[in-house]
């Protein structure tokens, strides 16, 4: 099953409106990250949250990290055309001895964004 | 452009071949991860080697296997394929330290078993 799963599995917005996706795991975790892919392509890093961290922003992006709820949001603002993509959530689970599981990530199912002109 | 390369792009054979795909990492980076991606199964993890060796192993089936060469580029070998290995495999690479960071992804091999 997967670690990681992102709410809602599909997303219709007009550009300028905020984007806003959610994902649930399951296990402790070192880092939460967020991966965005466009149709068939390779999915490229957006952004790093790590466990004792609650928030971050990097441009147009804000991440939250709940690690009581074992849950993460990622919030798009002034979506653009171009911001049409899957999004998928993916965490750096710590092993059973409290080490890092040295960069094998596990992603969520992915939530597909279509942000219309 | 993430610096990864995966080649072929596209792959189409037939049940019961043998393929080979084909990975170099990031200059510099010495962790590379195998991934596969189907509509069914999503994001799976396959293997990760670190500097030529094994490192974490996952949803990979027996008949897979992957080594990482000492100029660390890593090959993903697919065997007695079925219908259901059709996917995209990734190819992702990253400076393996502590704490860990990101990883990146090639643009991925799209494996087609006819």
């Known amino acids: 099953s997967q670690q990681g799963e992102e709410d809602p599995q599909a997303l219709s917005i007009q550009e300028g409106e905020n984007a806003t996706m959610n994902c649930s795991y399951k296990t402790s975790i070192n880092n939460l990250q967020w991966y965005r892919q466009n149709s068939g392509r390779g999915l490229v890093h957006l952004i790093l949250?790590?466990?004792?961290?609650r928030e971050k922003h990097s441009g147009r992006l804000r991440v939250t990290l709940d690690t009581s709820k074992k849950s993460s949001s990622l919030l798009i603002t002034a979506s653009r055309a171009a911001d049409t993509a899957s999004y998928f959530c993916a965490t750096d689970a710590t092993t059973n001895a409290g080490g890092t599981s040295y960069g094998k990530l596990t992603f969520g199912q992915g939530t597909i964004l279509t942000v219309h002109p | 452009d993430s610096g990864v390369t995966q080649t072929p792009k596209h792959l189409i054979t037939a049940t019961g071949q043998r393929v080979t795909l084909r990975c170099s990492p990031r200059?510099?980076?010495?962790?590379v991860y195998w991934y596969q991606q189907s509509l069914d199964q999503g994001l799976q993890f396959l293997i990760q080697y670190y500097n030529g060796e094994e490192r974490a192993k996952g949803n990979i089936l027996e008949r897979f296997s992957a080594q990482q060469f000492p100029d660390l580029h890593s090959e993903l070998n697919l065997s007695s394929l079925e219908l259901g290995d059709s996917a995209l495999y990734f190819c992702?690479?990253?400076?393996?330290?502590?704490?860990?960071?990101?990883?990146?992804f090639g643009e991925g091999s799209r494996l087609t078993v006819l």
């Open positions: 992702a690479s990253s400076v393996l330290r502590d704490p860990p960071r990101e990883l990146f």
């Open positions: 949250i790590r466990s004792n961290e």
């Open positions: 200059s510099g980076d010495l962790s």
